[in-house]
């Protein structure tokens, strides 16, 4: 039976409470110790309860679909591929008051204050080790401790800016930190988006009530970093769309207007990191870090790395280059660092932790050791060294620096440290009509700004799955809730932008290197899968009409097909998927720059693909698989195309796209408009080009080599012919950006474009001979060479 | 002894380097009354777009290079005069016994270059392996100091490992030249220093020079042809460091230049360097060290 009581003057909310039973011992959100609802969720229970089952599922589900939409996604790495999964929320708010919070702002801006020093203490004068306060094992063999940053004072003369904390709460309802994280926390940003999807759920609940907003936090910590960056490009390091936390990268790259860079858009150049763009090296004083550090540079760090840059340490020596967090400040995150914080509270701050950690004894202090050995039964035995959580249960697998089994107690040292088995605290999760209580984590974000460190007023727990599984990470089946910190009185609505009224806009820097690269191959590669499906379609719709295949045109088509790499023996073709994937790959890259509509419609394409594999069969089926994939690539296409800000980026996509169209139409032509082509090969270029009805329109008579050529080659009017291509890249070119050390480059370029304008625009369908086919393509691939020479090395 | 030493080392490339950047570790480290340089030219050819010099964490002369033009071709000189003096002998009362040695490790409270601390865990490079450990368990007695554990563990190794210089590459793991028991110095000093960090034995990883010509009537060491490699153990905070060659079961004395210190191969690379290639690259690596007096 539950122990809770209802105060009479509150509605019956006996059906949601049905059998909600907190475990023994363990502290609840819902209820205090003494089985009393907390008054702070009275208000919304009731509204919860005034739903009824069957809207709540409704506004679940809408919760559920906001997400989707904002292509909300995690990365689940356990599969082969890593998938991105649909962003686990669980519906029920984790509900505070102010005064639980409060404890909490001033325990944690503590302890950051207290994580500050001695991460200070270790890259500077090392004084705890030598006065004996911190081991020097715990340094000395730490993979986090990071000896080229000895020494060096960050040029912002702070080494942390940007953290998270892991709260449980004790079962007298007291909080305490299980975990710090402070390599590069994640999270902020899914925060932001759960309080959006709690918006749209409860629509007519939430703007009425007195829940701290959290843009305020962000908006603090962005004006902070420009504080700190020089005036300079600012701008987030990411590892690349590998991450699990990408997705949470571009977004807040893209809601707080900051480039988003991976390694090899930086060069270091004289002591100064530069963001190679199109424009030429732009210097970069400040990083906001969201890459672990010994993956930022070969050089000096880990030299298995890819994702890093050559010198970045140097840049940072050299003083021109801040990082946030500083690299090194991983080292914070350490289990056995836990065991000497309280103390190290005192002596570095002459005052007790407000906020307690989690109890913890490194067994390489021999009296530790044997209280631990004494009282294993209420600990839990962890890798010392170890920076994951006490309920992550991947922790469990550590490798060599893991628990083995064969470790006897006389033999527990200084790899070892036992902490107190907790029992987390639990909070309400809906599930089937009713609320259960469900182990949770709250994290906790902080950030600096030159007044203080300013803390996220909520947004983020994380809930365990229940039962016996007490892990809490995603990857294990854990899912999200956001977190209200809710005030007795008016709380500021705080928007990202601070006045309505203005409207002066933000200098945007210049497009990166990379990013212009990826552009200009997704549109090469989106108009080469477009041609691609329309090629295979011609030829099933052939057969479905009962054209053998062995007809002298369709063996031509095949020849054709088969010069592009496209096996007919596979009903889908793995060479469509292999352009399909690339343009995915190159869209993942530059994510930040186009639409979650565009987005969206990308992942459906892949969908769609991915269920066609098993499924299509040759003939009418496949001509039908073909239409759809065609119009999903187009709707791609064009949401991104027609909706992307004409800004040099939009430049090299249209630029690709429209080389390739150019290029793969030249292709089509040579082969199905030469003299020795097969009966009815001009059908199919005409079809391929979706200019059937045009043709019917323009010439009085069926299609002759000369009709083609005249609307396919020639035709200024023509989006499917070559001519208006080429015509589309000259009025490019103007517009593209100057790169100040490759102007030679540039005229070049020029040279080469016009030189085939001329010559098309000089020559009638009556003069184009077969070689002049190979020519045009040879001027088109040095096209995309120059292109690449001048703007994308 | 005095010594001149000249150390070249050339790389050519199939395709041109681009933003090539390297560090580069082959000056002799100073080191007080032992070795001191009267002369050290690091020479970089093509000359690099920018060059700064400067100590790393374990107090090794680096000289960063780079390049802002793509290469064809790299090559570093280093011209050097070096006065050494051999390490004085550890007194056998500073010896500290094997089994104390954790304990005394444990109160050194210190985490500068000379720590022993930073020696005992896996690097980059060694991991000690359950079976280097037993191998290097099977080769000492109770009773022993820690110093002497270290030099019958080495003279065991230096007589089951063949010196094979065709056998193992640069990245070979430590792991296949043990299996194989087989290698160059740089395998033999990686297997000794996992051997000796799986007995709780702090143990670094030593690069240098040796002299090329023997002093009459003494054989030519192996290794002298090329940038040398050897293990630094640590025998307790009364003897400290020791110097010590399994390629040539030597105590190192005056015949041993160090160029670098570090945990591994991986602090001390003579070359380290983010290439970015697509194609093959050549090298070749020639040292001659010249006994002056």
Redesign the interface.
């Known amino acids: 039976m539950p122990q809770h009581e209802q105060r009479t003057d509150q509605p019956d909310l006996s059906n949601l409470l049905e059998g909600y039973a907190v475990p023994k011992g363990t502290a609840d959100e819902l209820f205090d110790a003494s089985g009393t609802m907390r008054p702070v969720w009275h208000p919304f229970l009731s509204y919860l309860n005034g739903l009824g089952p069957a809207r709540c599922e409704s506004r679940f589900h809408r919760g559920n679909q906001y997400l989707r939409d904002m292509g909300v996604f995690f990365r689940r790495y356990s599969t082969q591929s890593g998938e991105d999964r649909d962003w686990p929320l669980s519906h029920v708010p984790v509900l505070l008051h102010d005064s639980d919070w409060a404890q909490i702002e001033t325990g944690l801006i503590q302890r950051a204050n207290l994580l500050e020093r001695v991460v200070a203490d270790i890259y500077g004068p090392q004084r705890l080790v030598r006065n004996g306060q911190l081991p020097a094992e715990l340094l000395a063999q730490n993979p986090e401790w990071l000896r080229p940053m000895v020494g060096i004072r960050p040029r912002s003369g702070q080494f942390l800016q940007h953290l998270a904390f892991e709260l449980g709460r004790n079962p007298d309802g007291s909080w305490f930190v299980l975990g710090d994280r402070t390599q590069a926390p994640s999270g902020a940003g899914f925060a932001l988006e759960n309080r959006r999807a709690s918006a749209h759920m409860y629509s007519d609940f939430f703007p009425d009530t007195n829940v701290h907003r959290l843009a305020g936090f962000f908006r603090r910590f962005r004006d902070a970093l420009r504080g700190m960056s020089d005036g300079d490009t600012l701008a987030i390091l990411t590892p690349g769309p590998n991450n699990d936390a990408y997705f949470e990268h571009v977004f807040i790259a893209r809601y707080l207007g900051l480039m988003l860079l991976e390694g090899e858009d930086l060069t270091v150049h004289n002591g100064q990191a530069m963001v190679r763009t199109v424009s030429g090296l732009k210097p970069v004083s400040m990083l906001w870090r969201r890459m672990d550090a010994q993956f930022a540079d070969p050089l000096e760090l880990n030299e298995a790395s890819r994702i890093g840059t050559p010198g970045m340490v140097s840049a940072i020596r050299s003083g021109s280059l801040a990082l946030s967090n500083a690299l090194g400040s991983g080292v914070l995150e350490t289990r056995a660092l836990m065991a000497f914080l309280p103390r190290l509270s005192e002596i570095l701050l002459g005052q007790p932790l407000q906020l307690p950690n989690i109890a913890t004894w490194w067994c390489g202090d021999p009296q530790a050791r044997a209280y631990v050995q004494k009282n294993i039964h209420k600990l839990a035995l962890a890798p010392a060294l170890a920076t994951g959580l006490p309920h992550d249960s991947n922790i469990s697998a550590m490798g060599p620096t893991g628990i083995s089994g064969e470790a006897q107690p006389d033999n527990w040292d200084g790899t070892l440290v036992g902490q107190e088995a907790v029992s987390l605290s639990t909070t309400p999760c809906y599930e089937n009509g009713r609320l259960v209580p469900r182990p949770m984590v709250l994290r906790v974000f902080l950030a600096r700004t030159p007044t203080g460190w300013a803390v996220m007023p909520g947004g983020y727990a994380r809930i365990g799955p229940g039962g016996e599984n007490s892990a809490l990470s995603m990857q294990q089946g854990g899912s999200v809730a956001d977190v209200w910190v809710v005030s007795d009185t008016d709380v500021p609505r705080d928007p990202l932008v601070p006045n309505r009224d203005t409207y002066q806009r933000v200098l945007q820097g210049a497009l990166p290197s990379r990013a212009a690269d990826n552009l200009f191959w997704l549109g090469r590669y989106v108009e080469r899968a477009e041609s691609t499906i329309r090629l295979i379609r011609s030829y099933h719709r052939r057969i479905s009409e009962g054209e053998p295949a062995h007809s002298r045109r369709l063996q031509h088509l095949a020849a054709h097909l088969d010069r592009l790499g496209v096996d007919l023996e596979q009903d889908l073709p793995d060479v469509l998927r292999d352009q399909i994937s690339a343009a995915t790959h190159c869209a993942s890259k530059v994510r930040d720059r186009f639409s979650v509509d565009a987005w969206v419609a990308l992942s459906d394409l892949n969908r769609t693909l991915a269920g066609m594999t098993k499924t299509v069969r040759a003939g009418d089926d496949c001509a039908r698989a073909m239409s759809v994939l065609l119009r999903k690539l187009s709707g791609f296409g064009g949401l991104v195309l027609e909706n992307m800000y004409r800004s040099s980026g939009w430049r090299f996509l249209e630029f690709g796209r429209a080389l390739e169209r150019a290029i793969t139409l030249n292709d089509v032509l040579q082969s199905f408009t030469a003299t020795d082509a097969p009966n009815g090969s001009l059908d199919l270029a005409i079809e391929y080009g979706d200019s059937i009805s045009t043709h019917q329109r323009l010439f009085l008579v069926d299609p002759n080599r000369y009709s083609v050529l005249d609307l396919m080659l020639l035709d200024l009017s023509n989006p499917r012919s070559v001519l208006f291509q080429i015509d589309i890249l000259c009025s490019l070119v103007p517009d593209l950006p100057l790169n100040p050390d490759h102007t030679a480059w540039r005229e070049t370029l020029l040279r080469q474009i016009t030189a085939v304008q001329q010559f098309l625009t000089g020559t009638r369908p009556e003069g184009i001979e077969i070689s002049d086919f190979d020519d045009i393509r040879q001027r088109l691939f040095e096209l995309s060479t120059s292109l690449s020479s001048i703007y994308m090395r | 002894m005095r010594y001149e030493i000249r150390m070249q080392q050339d790389y050519s490339y199939a395709a041109p380097s ?2 090539a ?3 580069i570790r082959v000056s002799p480290r100073p080191i007080p009354g032992r070795q001191l340089l009267t002369r050290c030219d690091v020479t970089v050819s093509p000359p690099p ?2 060059r ?1 010099d ?1 100590l ?3 107090g090794n002369q680096v000289t ?1 290079i ?1 390049f ?1 033009m793509p290469i064809n071709a790299l090559s570093v000189t280093l011209l050097t005069e070096v006065d050494c003096t051999s390490p004085p002998p550890i007194a056998a009362a500073d010896a500290t016994p094997l089994a104390d040695l ?1 304990a005394q490790l ?1 109160a ?5 270059p000379d ?1 022993p ?2 020696f ?3 690097s ?1 490079r060694v ?1 000690p392996q359950t079976d280097m450990t037993a191998y290097a368990r099977a080769c000492i007695d109770d009773g022993m100091t820690a110093l002497q554990a270290a030099l019958a563990i080495g003279q065991r190794l230096h007589q089951d490992m063949t010196f094979d210089a065709k056998a193992t590459e640069v990245d070979t793991p430590t792991e296949t030249a043990f299996a194989k028991r087989h290698g160059v110095c740089q395998d033999f000093s990686h297997v000794m220093i996992a051997c000796l960090r799986g007995i709780c034995i702090p143990a670094g990883y030593v690069s240098g020079y040796l002299r090329t010509l023997p002093p009459e009537g003494q054989p030519r060491l192996e290794g002298a042809d090329a940038m040398h490699a050897w293990v630094r153990i640590w025998g307790g905070p009364q003897s400290g460091w020791m110097e010590y060659d399994p390629t040539n079961d030597l105590v190192v004395g005056s015949d041993h230049i160090v160029s670098a210190y570090g945990r591994d191969y ?1 602090d001390v690379a003579p070359i ?3 290439v970015r290639i697509a194609g093959d690259q050549k090298s070749s690596h020639r040292v001659d060290v010249i006994a002056l007096d």
Request: net charge positive; hydrophobic share 35%.
């Open positions: 681009h933003a950047r390297n560090l777009s920018e700064r400067w790393d964490f374990f960063e780079a802002q954790p444990h050194v409270r210190d985490i500068g720590s601390h930073h005992l865990a896996a980059p991991r991986s380290r360097g983010v």
